[in-house]
């Protein structure tokens, strides 16, 4: 059973801020947000994760709403090369189990 | 710092032979994980280990089996491969879940076909 929601494509033009929603309405309190890529067949790449707070990275920013239920992943200047699947997913750490589900489809075009 | 290795990359079999998947990692981590990942779907957890000596079943472990007899390497085997089996395999790695948790280092993939 998916626990987060994500549309299955999105398009973005070059240059652009590319924003990747997520919904996960039933998270738990103690479950991480995370966000991963893959590009073509190669292996999944992380991107950022956060708990509550926004986070920022070298790669993107990660906008958690207050009540958590929703996530964005921002990509601020998207390239060609950021084409690629993105998973949004929850996890608790536990024992760092990550369940993938089928991703948004980000295609960045010219 | 090679991080998360796979051998091989590419493999085809026939029903009914058997053979290891090898991955081994540098980064000292504790957490190890196998998934594997059909055409158009997401990953899915094979098996899983939290250290040297244990393992654990993931979502579809069927078929499948594994060691970590050291704490750098993971085996995969399939014992009596079937065209089922014919899919993409990651391998993962990761430090275990603290106070910030810790994101999960993937290889490249093995691509296995079963004819």
């Known amino acids: 059973d998916a626990k987060t929601t994500q549309p299955p494509s999105m398009d973005c033009a070059e240059g652009r801020a590319a924003n990747l929603p997520c919904n996960h309405s039933t998270i738990s309190g103690n479950e991480y947000v995370y966000w991963y890529r893959q590009i073509h067949s190669q292996g999944p790449q992380y991107i950022i994760h956060g708990l509550k707070n926004n986070e920022t990275n070298e790669m993107a920013s990660l906008i958690i709403t207050e009540d958590r239920k929703s996530s964005t992943l921002i990509l601020p200047h998207a390239t060609l090369r950021d084409t690629a699947v993105y998973y949004c997913?929850?996890?608790?750490?536990?024992?760092?189990?990550?369940?993938f589900g089928t991703g948004t489809r980000l295609q960045v075009t010219l | 710092n090679a991080g998360v290795t796979q051998t091989p990359k590419f493999r085809v079999l026939k029903t009914g032979q058997s053979m290891t998947l090898l991955c081994a990692q540098d980064?000292?981590?504790?957490?190890m994980y196998w998934y594997r990942q059909d055409p158009g779907m997401g990953l899915r957890l094979i098996h899983y280990?939290?250290?040297?000596?244990?393992?654990a079943k993931g979502e579809v472990p069927d078929g499948y089996n594994v060691s970590r007899l050291k704490k750098q390497n993971f085996l995969l085997g399939l014992e009596s491969a079937a065209p089922s089996q014919t899919s993409v395999y990651f391998c993962?790695?990761?430090?275990?879940?603290?106070?910030?948790?810790?994101?999960?280092?993937f290889g490249d993939g093995t691509r296995l076909s079963i004819l």
């Open positions: 980064m000292n981590h504790e957490y």
């Open positions: 997913i929850l996890n608790t750490g536990t024992a760092s189990k990550l369940t």
């Open positions: 993962a790695s990761s430090y275990p879940g603290r106070r910030s948790n810790q994101p999960q280092h």
């Open positions: 280990s939290v250290g040297e000596g244990t393992t």
